[in-house]
């Protein structure tokens, strides 16, 4: 349904609506504890922001609540690798769902060390590579960029976080030293790593990521800044690949339910967009088995369903 | 971009354009011979239809030249089977990409006979076992049911191409025995297999595919008999499967570079929509390495960069 | 341990000991159930007989009552089609352990429908095309050749078991049918499924294995009929191929803790030789989590320990 | 055939007539190069010393040429492991053949970190970490026991190997990471990775490996010595693990030709035994597709081919 031809929303009602509904589910998700560090995280928490083009913003909940972006950072530090190397990015990763939990080394290795795609911790890791390679003190540049794409300068990065990640990360050590066996890593493993899980150790609000995902839906240009961060072509190439490869091992069963380009994190945010109309962040911490935040996906749903909107 | 911003377009200016653009490319693909009978086949030949929602239709080329269906047909089955069993049908078939070639055996063994998604083959033969259990006369059902969606009827099974089929399914005879083995194919094997090799031998051409798919551009109601097919959101959710799992292993990069929900068949066909606006059928038998026709996928990318059209 | 330097065994109390210490593990076994006939067999039976070169025999427990063969009849298979095709049969079926389960379709994927070996199902499959392209009338004539080298006429098909193993054999099915696409199986696939589970379902018992496999003992001769069946060095390269691949995913650990090239079954029967010494059968058929006999595997562990006879 | 009855062979003159037969061979085979240091070596070497259990010792050829010992080492550190660990130690690490190539982890992946077997590199990561836990200077202790067993107290590592070793070692890396990540890792990952690297880069010659390999034909006990390294039920257990597991994705076909326990090293080194007769090792650096000397298999299959000696 175009937008021209929609009743006008009452999102404010729509998202407490919305946040009514899921209530029940918070609890049945499980806060991700693979580090130590995320599961000090109120299960009960729920936040959800509606962030339109034309500037205007929707919030219930935790919205103002800071929790771990990490695997959301993923699609700043893409469009960001994507703005310097251009389509030479793709000799180093692919754009393929992986069919696989999100942290397997059985693709990389039938693929020669190639990731399957952007989104797969391997694949951030490449595309973390790719930066360092073409920028000093990236880590320090990333930040500068997601504290412009939120127009939040308080952004940070939380210490404790990333301590905790560096001493339980062995898993991604070994993505990382595995692909530097195939020469797909350029730098130091170590340096690399600390970039990596630096820009995944983020704290950002709902009301941060949604307004740091607008450009997405505008084509690569942040409608209220009037800034251009990519081309229609690379802004609408990073969308496919959201629907495709953003919510793990789930991406069907997401594109199948919500129908948006998306992308979550274990620390229970997910950020979604529909093109030429809106971003969106909702956040509640506990997760399904696939890694997605449980509350989180079901809101989503609910939105496109109640509002009829979705890509499809 | 909304349709209503959009400067009229010359759609049989354009689609002329693309068929000249991608003609070059036709001799580079190679045609399907893992069954003889599709080999027999013009390398050279080239059609396409844009069919719009409100009933204009637009062709060049070859495009009232009859080819065999192959997958695409798997679609149509999809439809009939979501009809039927509506969101029972997901306990037998799931909604991931595969990640691994469309005939692949591999993640069939890990998920204990239930394949991951209704477009590569074991999940067609699923859905094709679902529509047997509760239809009778299965095959004359599904061929009526094209007949009507193309509003063709003339719409048949191409023997010749359903003879070769059958002497050479040894790979589609394993799946459904081991899917069987799994106790999830309830109807004798060969009848199952009849069903399955007949409904992709029909043979149809880009009009005729191009009309078919209509109703999955109009959130399930052909939009020119008025007929409901699907519930607007089961509608929404076959495209998202189109998006994510409807050209075989190449899927990511589909949505990557065209950005529509589609469906290829080894015949050379493509056929894809974009909701709220049109269906596109697209016809060349030179395929890719993934099984995609070559001067297909390249003439719908050329579709949506030229128009700006995509869902993304 | 040299024979010679061995102090004389007394064999029958050695057996019966044995018999007395594994008595407790026979109910902590399961019976296979995946075909029905197999689930009719009493979980408390355990027979064991010791066969030497020298013509002595030792028998105890349930030595004479028949059960069902199932995968030790490969070794009859094989010895056949090694010795009618002699090394051109390496280029149907591999020599490698599968470090897979044994009805694994995964490996036959990547290999281009080439089977591990011919102990895992499908390389069992193949060796029977191979009998049946070269000698007509194969199923009779394997009978025979088993009851010659069992010295038993009366061994014949357990028919009831032969049509469970055929209403059940879907696995098998997928099997052949998946190599008949790769053409690594030249007959009919029915052909060659009822050749397989005939040869699979002959009902023998302890006293016929062990006599059975004595050749293997004697560098492929009888020592008794004094009859050649391999050459030594096929004989040996088959006690290789089973000390590597004979029981299936745990052959590995049946190395190490048993030290003997043998064949097992899931109707609970183990086969087994020490070269220049003696063959022995022992069958309980309650099974591991492998396939292989519970009770059995201890049995021949203990008989290795107390003799301190094995290959290493 | 045993000992006794065998008529009286020239050893030397049997391994002077294999070192002339497999001549053609040397060249045929490829020196490893993944790491740039292994690479600096004559292609055309080859040697072999033959050490009975009585003390005599033959010899030709290349024998004390010193070369790098890589993978062969692994026997040395799983005898100390499972000396001091005792059957614990299988709770860490498989006994299973891997049926994948050497350096997957793809099986790692599977089975939670806990490698196949101790051969393979994760499998010997972890048991270097189990010595690691169990003594102080574990690598200056284990060349002591290497230089024990070799009786060569000049047995040494090759300390530009060594860096070489380090400086290309990503895979292990990733390997021990990964472990570490399944908490199948007690040590510092760089920690162990040093104490692995510097006993694969020990530089022995024919003389000393076959030297080394003595008690494992023996039940555990070095003949000349009368020193007890392991009981025999251990020994077998280590001669069994050989035999199924010890020359990478070829343990089959070497065990089918070859008919040996035996390891074998990218050096081009293999060390193999008889039990109760003798130990060999053979030095040619060209290797085949597995990463198993070229010639060096050939010479062992003449060795019991000619002499009709092998376990089975």
Redesign the interface.
């Known amino acids: ?4 031809e929609r009743p006008r929303l009452d999102w404010q009602l729509l998202i407490e609506d919305i946040a009514n509904e899921v209530s029940a589910l918070k609890s049945k998700g499980k806060v991700a504890d693979y580090i130590p560090e995320l599961g000090n995280v109120d299960l009960d928490a729920f936040g959800i922001t509606v962030q339109l083009l034309n500037g205007q913003r929707y919030s219930t909940g935790d919205y103002q609540t800071n929790f771990s972006v990490q695997s959301i950072s993923k699609v700043f530090s893409l469009t960001k690798a994507f703005s310097i190397l251009k389509d030479e990015l793709w000799s180093r990763v ?7 939990p999100f942290n ?6 039938h693929e020669n060390g190639k990731p ?2 952007p989104f797969i911790n391997a694949g951030a890791i490449v595309v973390a590579d790719c930066i360092m390679t073409n920028t000093t003190d990236s880590l320090a540049m990333i930040i500068d960029f997601i504290r412009e794409l939120s127009d939040n300068k308080t952004v940070s990065i939380d210490q404790d976080m990333l301590q905790s990640e560096k001493s339980f990360g ?2 991604n ?6 692909m ?2 195939y020469n797909n890593i350029g730098s130091e ?1 170590d340096a690399v790593l600390d970039f990596y899980f630096g820009h995944c150790s983020v704290a950002m609000n709902c009301e941060d990521i949604a307004r740091a995902f607008l450009f997405l839906a505008n084509h690569g240009i942040d409608p209220i800044s009037k800034k251009r961060y990519l081309t ?2 690379q ?3 990073i ?3 959201l ?3 953003g919510t793990y ?5 997401f ?3 919500v ?1 948006m ?1 998306g992308k979550s994190g274990v620390g229970g945010g997910i950020a979604a967009i529909i ?2 109309l809106l971003s969106i962040c909702v956040w509640s911490p506990g997760l399904d088995k696939y890694g997605n935040s449980l509350a989180g996906v079901k809101a989503l749903e609910l939105f496109t ?1 109640k509002t ?1 909107i ?3």
Chains 1, 2, 3, 4 share one sequence.
């Open positions: 349904m175009l937008n021209s692919g754009k393929e769902p992986s069919g696989n397997s080394l059985v693709q990389l290795e399957r795609n062995h898993r050590a070994a993505l990382a030293h595995f530097k066996s493993v229609a072509s802004a609408k190439r969308n496919a690949l629907l495709t490869c091992d789930a991406a069907g069963d594109a199948f339910r129908g380009p093109p030429g369903t009829g979705s890509i499809f």
